[in-house]
């Protein structure tokens, strides 16, 4: 069997705030070597400790409303009054390296991937229970009762998008949502469809 090409996944976490995604992502690209984090551009401005080109690529609203008009987003989307996008082609560039790409995305723009690239694997997080989710929520001492209950309403519509999604961890120990997410992508290694180039000089198709 040739198994000089392999062609790279898109694969699309996403989850409502406070569910931990950040945190399972960061175990799964611990031991997945290949998985590879795309940077979105944004339109807010870089927090304490975020770097440009690091965490994000930060520019002005007129370049990203430039960008979406030349067509350059993968997906997109506002939120919280801010824009966020994937450069499709350092989506592609890296699939073509065999490279696979993680979008950490809302569900909006998990709907523009389905629509442009069927092929990509939809995860969706979620706590073990919604009033794990309160809890995590206010453990953070961080935002306003205002804000959280804003969050969980804003999560409660998430949910409404599951059924569009193809798998769903449950985050409730992140060494266990991690490992789940870790079977999911290797089970997709395995499908014909993304080894067929693995093949072709071996067969006529």
């Known amino acids: ?62 370049t990203f409303f430039r960008m979406i008009e030349a067509g350059e987003f993968l997906e997109y989307a506002c939120y919280q009054g801010h824009y966020y996008g994937t450069s499709r082609a350092d989506v592609e560039e890296l699939i073509r390296a065999g490279r696979d790409v993680l979008l950490d995305i809302e569900v909006q723009g998990g709907a523009q991937v389905r629509l442009l690239c069927p092929e990509a694997t939809l995860i969706f997080v ?9 809890r995590r929520l206010h453990g953070r001492q961080s935002e306003s009762e205002e804000v959280i209950q804003g969050r969980l309403q804003r999560a409660r519509e998430e949910y409404q998008e599951i059924p569009s999604y193809d798998f769903l961890v449950v985050n409730d120990k992140v060494p266990q949502a991690a490992e789940e997410v870790l079977s999911i992508l290797k089970a997709q290694d395995c499908r014909v469809s993304a080894r067929l180039d693995m093949i072709k000089e071996d067969i006529v198709l």
């Open 1 to 62: 069997m040739n198994t000089r090409t392999r062609k790279g996944q898109i694969v699309v976490v996403s989850g409502p705030s406070g569910v931990g995604k950040s945190t399972v992502i960061s175990e799964v690209r611990t031991q997945r070597k290949s998985l590879t984090f795309s940077i979105s551009y944004t339109t807010r401005k870089p927090r304490e400790g975020e770097e440009n080109h690091v965490h994000y690529h930060f520019v002005s609203e007129e």
């Open 126 to 134: 979620i706590p073990p229970s919604f009033g794990e989710l309160s």
